[in-house]
Structure formats: C-alpha cells, structure tokens
C-alpha cells in the first residue's frame, strides 16, 4: 500500500447531474445457450483405519484383569469431503475500515518496508493480540503502531450457520514509499 496526503481544500460535496432513465428490454425472446462443463473431481486423501492394541490379558484364577465384550471405539470409512456439517465452513474476519499504519514521524528504518500484521480477532470482532513481522525495529514508532493496530474493529468470522468465531488475520502492509 502507498499512502499520500490529500489536500485540505478539497471540496465537500460535488454536484453530480442524474443518470439517464434506462429501460429495459424483454430478453425472453433471445436464446438459451446451454454449456456443459465437465465435472470438478476433488483428490480425495486416503487416511489408514487407526488400531487400537487390546489390553489386559489377565489370568484365569486371580480374578485381576479379563477382557470386556461391551461396546468400544469404531473407526468407519467412506469418500467425502471430510468437512462434518455444513456449518463448518469459515467466513474470514474482515476490518470495518481501512487498516492504516501512523505517518506522522515515519523513521526511516521503517520507511518503505512491507509488514505482514496478525490480528487476533474476537467473536465480537474486537482485536485481542497484534503480532508484526519483521518486529519494528524503532521502539517508539513500534509502541505507536501496535497501540494503533489493537484500536482497530472487525467484523468476526462467522460459520456457515451464522456463528461467529475467533479468527487470525494477516495483513500486509507496506510503509512509506
């Protein structure tokens, strides 16, 4: 990202003339096109049967040990995405605004260096840990940029079925020129 400064006589409100009135025509007259595409076939990843080794054996007398007939752990096997529910699918955390580093003072061992930024983001979408990478080598500039990074609000990630959920985001950004 670049940044640069905007004038502060910039007009508040430009007057705009009303776009033309369009009309739509009946396309029910046109012809369907039907397209076949071929069928998407995901590589589907064959996981061994996990193997549970008995144990016990105990001894016949002593009455200390013996094996159970009860139910147990079973393990099935089958083709599919792996997924479980349709509800868990993650929709990703998105910022509620541009995120923006401090240009005020921009020191030069920062100036013109990308920054991939890591929001812990909240079910309520609040951030709850920053982490910055390369870490910001003047530690100044550094406090002012994390301190800016916590301020900043998103909207959680959510399932499927509406649930939201924590999420990490990465976020690069670039400094300066």
Same mark, same amino acid.
């Given at each position: ?9 910039? #007009? +508040?409100?430009?007057?705009? &003339?009303?776009? *033309?009135? @369009?009309?739509?025509?009946?396309? /029910?007259?046109?012809? %369907? ?58 929709? #990703? +955390?998105?910022?509620?605004? &541009?995120?923006? *580093?401090? @240009?005020?003072?921009?020191?030069? /061992?920062?100036?013109? %260096? ?64």
């Amino acid at each position: 990202m670049n940044f640069f400064a905007i004038p502060a006589g910039a #007009p +508040a409100a430009v007057e705009m &003339a009303l776009s *033309p009135r @369009l009309t739509l025509s009946d396309l /029910s007259a046109l012809r %369907r096109i039907h397209v076949e595409l071929p069928p998407l076939e995901l590589p589907q990843a064959t996981l061994p049967v996990p193997t549970v080794a008995p144990s016990g054996g105990g001894t016949a007398g002593g009455g200390a040990g013996g094996r159970g007939t009860g139910p147990g752990a079973a393990a099935g096997a089958g083709v599919g995405s792996g997924t479980g529910d349709e509800a868990s699918y993650i929709f #990703p +955390a998105s910022p509620r605004t &541009a995120i923006l *580093p401090p @240009l005020a003072r921009v020191p030069g /061992s920062v100036a013109g %260096r990308t920054y991939h930024v890591k929001f812990w983001v909240s079910v309520e979408g609040r951030v709850t840990r920053v982490d910055v990478v390369p870490p910001i080598a003047d530690a100044a500039y550094g406090r002012e940029f994390q301190q800016r990074m916590m301020a900043y609000q998103f909207y959680p990630a959510h399932t499927r079925d509406g649930r939201n959920v924590t999420y990490v985001v990465t976020v690069p950004l670039r400094i300066g020129n």
